[in-house]
């Protein structure tokens, strides 16, 4: 288990209606070190996917690193290729719907167009298969009045639906660390983390 940020104090309450000024700032100051491993515990799961092929013809880490490198040489921005990433992150614990999953994960770090593709990909993708399996492969088109719809249906025209092929020279994980690293450094939309840091400072504990 991941103890990134983990000072050893303890708040006193047994209920958050109990809390005090001296609790929060405990919890303030670990959640602080807890969110600078978002990165390491990502990458970890990520690393779930090697070997897990699911009769696909290449396993779904090599999928996901073949969709950013795709992406990367396409020259979309870091966080476009960071998407592209983890787009199938939700692929072990989220077998019904991982797109949501991925895209919980990612909305902090992302634009809102990056995070509708992620979120929503699962039936973009499901034009280039869904009649095989006596779906309608039009179900994207329920989206169709949406301002991401194009470039959804980009994405998985351009990239994920062609990541498939194990001849490609797809980059490894190690050329995406440091790309991941900077995108999930800092949410686009810093109020909550923000908080937490002022709490932290305030109680003499620097951020």
């Given at each position: 288990m991941d103890h990134h940020g983990d000072s050893g104090a303890r708040a006193q309450f047994h209920s958050m209606e109990e809390g005090t000024q001296e609790d929060w700032s405990i919890i303030a100051r670990d959640y602080v070190g807890f969110a600078a491993g978002l990165p390491d515990r990502v990458l970890a799961?990520?690393?779930?996917?090697?070997?897990?092929?699911?009769?696909?013809?290449?396993?779904?880490?090599?999928?996901?690193?073949?969709?950013?490198?795709?992406?990367?040489?396409?020259?979309?921005?870091?966080s476009y290729v960071v998407m592209a990433l983890l787009h199938?992150?939700?692929?072990?614990?989220?077998?019904?719907?991982?797109?949501?999953?991925?895209?919980?994960?990612?909305?902090?770090?992302?634009?809102?167009?990056?995070?509708?593709?992620?979120?929503?990909?699962?039936a973009f993708q499901g034009y280039y298969y869904f009649h095989y399996l006596g779906i309608d492969r039009n179900v994207?088109?329920?989206?169709?009045?949406?301002?991401?719809?194009?470039?959804?249906?980009?994405?998985?025209?351009?990239?994920?639906?062609?990541?498939?092929?194990?001849?490609?020279?797809?980059?490894?994980?190690?050329?995406?660390?440091?790309m991941l690293r900077r995108v999930m450094a800092r949410p686009r939309n810093e109020t909550a983390i923000t908080a937490m840091e002022t709490t932290a400072a305030k109680a003499g504990v620097p951020a």
């Open positions: 799961h990520l690393k779930l996917l090697d070997g897990d092929f699911g009769g696909f013809p290449i396993d779904r880490l090599t999928h996901s690193l073949q969709t950013a490198t795709r992406a990367h040489r396409d020259g979309r921005p870091e199938d992150i939700g692929d072990t614990l989220g077998s019904y719907n991982h797109p949501e999953i991925a895209a919980a994960i990612l909305q902090p770090f992302v634009s809102e167009e990056e995070h509708w593709i992620c979120k929503n990909h699962g994207r088109e329920k989206y169709r009045e949406s301002p991401h719809f194009d470039a959804c249906a980009e994405f998985c025209a351009k990239y994920d639906q062609a990541a498939f092929d194990p001849d490609y020279d797809t980059l490894s994980l190690d050329f995406f660390e440091p």
